[in-house]
């Protein structure tokens, strides 16, 4: 049996591995609410990492060549709501590589057959290379998020000094106006 039939089979059980352990890097009780309750609208985090890992997973699974274009979104998805909790990046893209860990559990009898062995690795340089895609996904993030809070920050400030009379309107300077 192939890696690719042997992930198709074994598809469900790597998924709920991997949100698993996904899930072991929140405290118990964000844990615990986010496994336990299935309403988009009531646990958001936890819909959408449920939704956009089995997106992943089946894209990740399909035998042509990565779509980075929908990878892109699906990782965007995620790595949102990772970029503005209180993760360090290495914990925030770190939910990729549990993939492996999750994938290695699953198949631990079968990976005794070495050419299996070197199927897995050649497709973890897939997974390698959507956890490069995702830190660069989370830079983008953090740097729109600092954007807005150097924007709020600027514009408090610039009203405070409006509404104590400390700041006025200059006029436009005119290279060589002073004669």
């Known amino acids: 049996m192939t890696l690719r039939e042997l992930l198709s089979e074994k598809k469900s059980g790597i998924l709920k591995r991997w949100l698993e352990n996904i ?9 615990k609410f986010l496994k336990k ?12 990492l449920s939704t956009e890992t089995e997106n992943l997973l089946d894209e990740l699974f399909n035998e042509t060549e990565l779509d980075f274009g929908r ?12 970029a503005i909790q209180d993760l ?20 631990q009898e079968e990976l005794r057959n070495a ?8 497709f973890e340089t897939r997974i390698d290379k959507i956890a490069l895609t995702s830190f660069d996904i989370y830079m ?6 600092y954007e807005i809070q150097a924007n ?22 005119q290279p060589g106006g002073m004669e």
């Open 23 to 31: 899930l072991d890097t929140y405290p118990s009780d964000t844990k």
């Open 37 to 48: 309750q299935k309403d988009q609208f009531a646990n958001p985090v936890g819909y959408t």
């Open 71 to 82: 990878v892109n979104l699906i990782l965007d998805r995620i790595i949102r709501i990772r």
């Open 88 to 107: 360090l990046p290495s914990e925030a893209v770190a939910f990729i590589y549990l993939l492996k860990k999750s994938i290695r559990d699953a198949l």
């Open 115 to 122: 050419e299996l062995c070197d199927e897995l690795f050649t």
């Open 140 to 145: 983008t993030c953090r740097e729109k998020m």
């Open 152 to 173: 709020h920050s600027r514009n408090q400030v610039s009203s405070l000094l409006r509404k104590t009379g400390l700041a006025c309107e200059l006029p436009e300077w």
